[in-house]
């Protein structure tokens, strides 16, 4: 398939844009406190300018003081913070680009303690994930907020910024008013259609009026909320029509809210392109462009989507994150350099959700622009890796990047660790993507592969590294309970996701993390009656949200039987002995047990290392068992750092 649409440019009004690839807004938590971008945001957003999209956002910023969902977003609410965001403006333009600033206000969507005034909504309703019962707001505030948004809108004219986009989805405030999910009201703003359209739409005319008729306004809706009782798509059209005729330039299509959190930034569970028609059913009904995003994690689909008329935008946010060069690399033919997003949450929504800095689990690069010295060491070293997982081939990244002459050890014949049984379960697929990723960085810094080779101390000891980065990960662990030592019956999830092992049918999963639940999904894709045992009050709790709502649902989907609060305390022959609630309970009639409490460091080599006259690091599991992410990130640093 030749790329052809996707390179075409497009208008939005009399905006001008090079291509049709857009990154929407995302909160990063990098900008300053009071709202405003610093060096690492305008780093961020240029470096997405000059991998070649064609229209790049800010994150979501607040039209007024308390409007963000927590106090580490952006805001436009008060005229000192027009320099900075008039900066940012002029190095996206200076490298050739086109900004847009979002304005949105997050209603019942934040956090309770963010900041001293309560949070508000259309109506006294709690939203599901929320610990609190928001405050209705009056007509005078809403006639007030309709204010602020127009003034926030002016702001960013004056900053620069080439269009606005009107967060009107989400479960922000704009559509906690569009939606009946959360708008209770009986007044002029609640009770019918028009009624719960009459703030956006009020909200468009003051901005229209406050910028004038040339300055291109979009605006971003669910064309489904995902929820009992919520906008869906018959009624999204409606929407549709009467924000076209509003005066907006462009609908910016997608979907969900916090408690359906999974259609705003969908994991893997969710098949890509999933929500392609919602979008082409909107461009059948509105002249005015129509961006769609969620899933289109390849330039093909994006490019499928023109070609079939189902968008005039395709909007690449996580895959902005994974790859900021994505557009000048498809432009340039060079598709197998791309890094792919692989749908696990973990190093963007997974980070930001504890307050942290975005990344990605793919490209540690990303957000950390200002961070990392990438240029060449004057003096190149001899750096051994031991282990090619993917702490270890992040680490081998990180060295060689900076001209390091590296090598990699691994034991087996194969490249990618435990990440090989982690990319098996269902949602996980893409997985593989990662470790294509790896085997092109290995060929493109001449990394040396020596597989089948496990790193000892004799080898060391002969060719005299001047660094050994230590990545041997970690091995299931087995607690001292009576018959789980039991191999021919007891086997390690690992075992069963690598095709180890024969499944039996009656199968009993000891363990209720990640691990363990995925392990049970996969086992119920295959057939098996399956029960899960865990000590806690609850499971997946190591999870991310998004990932973790998926495998809840497919647990229930495949009949799994879950019991928390249970404690293994032996394995017989085809039975389970347990206590639940502390009261003797079995399982009879099991086929096997799958080992799934955890795993332990496996590191054999730092002491043997220890007077070998080399810099010794330990990383990844070797050093304390973590996530995916985390066990990346501290690879890479630490060969970024020899």
Known sequence: MKLTKVFEPGKIGNLEIKNRLIVSAMSSHMGNADGTPNAEVNAYLVAKVKGGWGLI???????????????????????????????????????????????????????????????????AIKEPTMPYVPRAL???????????????????????????????????????????????????????????MRFPLEIIAAVREAVGPDYPILFRFNTCDYVEGGIELPEATVMAKLLEEAGIDALHC???????????????????????????AIKAAVKIPVLAVGRYNDIYMSET??????????????????????PNKAKAGKLDEIIHCIGCNQGCTGETAVGNKVNCIANPHTCRETV?????????????????GVSGLAAAYGAAE????????????????????????????????????????IKKYNIDLRMNTPLTREIVLEEKPDAVILATGSNPMFLPIPGLDNRDFVKTAIEVLRGRTDYGKNVVVVGGGMTGAETAVFLGVQGCKVTMIEMAPDIITDAVSQPRACLLEHIRHYGIDVHT????????????????????????????????????????????LADCGCKVVVVGDASTTKNGYKNIREGFNAGNAI
Not at 139 to 165: M, N, P, T, Y
Not at 170 to 184: D, E, I
Not at 313 to 325: G, K, T, W, Y
Request: proline share 5%; with cysteine; glycine share 8%.
């Open 57 to 123: 956002f800010t994150e979501d910023l607040g039209v007024t003081e308390d409007a963000g969902s927590d106090p580490v977003v952006g805001s436009l609410w008060n005229d000192n913070q027009i320099p900075a965001w008039s900066e940012t403006v002029r190095q996206v333009h200076e490298a050739g680009g086109l900004i847009g600033a979002q304005l949105y206000h997050a209603g019942r969507q934040r956090s309770l303690k963010a900041y001293s005034t309560h949070p508000v909504a259309p109506s």
């Open 138 to 196: 009056t007509v005078e505030e809403i006639h007030q907020l309709v204010q602020a948004f127009a003034d926030s809108a002016v702001r960013a004219k004056k900053c620069g910024f080439d269009c606005v986009e009107l967060h009107g989805a989400h479960g922000y405030l704009l559509n906690q008013f569009m939606s009946s999910f959360s708008n209770k009201r009986t007044d002029e703003y609640g009770g019918t259609l028009m009624n719960r």
């Open 254 to 280: 997608t979907q969900g809210m916090f408690v359906s959190k999974k259609a705003i930034i969908a994991p893997g569970f969710v098949p890509v392109m999933h929500y392609a028609d919602n979008a082409a």
């Open 305 to 326: 989507m023109l070609l079939d008329g189902k968008a005039d935008f395709i909007v690449m946010a996580r895959a902005s994150l994974a790859d900021p060069e994505l």
């Open 372 to 388: 990392y010295d990438l240029s060449p060491v004057a003096q190149p070293k001899k750096v051994f890796i031991a282990g090619a």
């Open 402 to 441: 900076r001209g390091h002459k590296v090598t990699i050890f691994e034991a087996s014949d194969e490249l990618g660790g435990q990440w090989l049984a982690a990319m098996t379960p269902p949602g996980k697929s893409e997985y593989a993507s990662l470790i294509l990723n790896y085997r092109n960085i």
């Open 565 to 608: 609060h249970t404690k293994l305390t032996r394995v017989g022959d085809g039975v389970v002995y347990a206590e639940e609630y502390g009261e003797p309970v079995e399982f009879k009639h099991v086929d096997m047990v799958v080992n799934a409490m955890g795993v332990r460091s496996n590191n054999p080599l730092e002491k043997e």
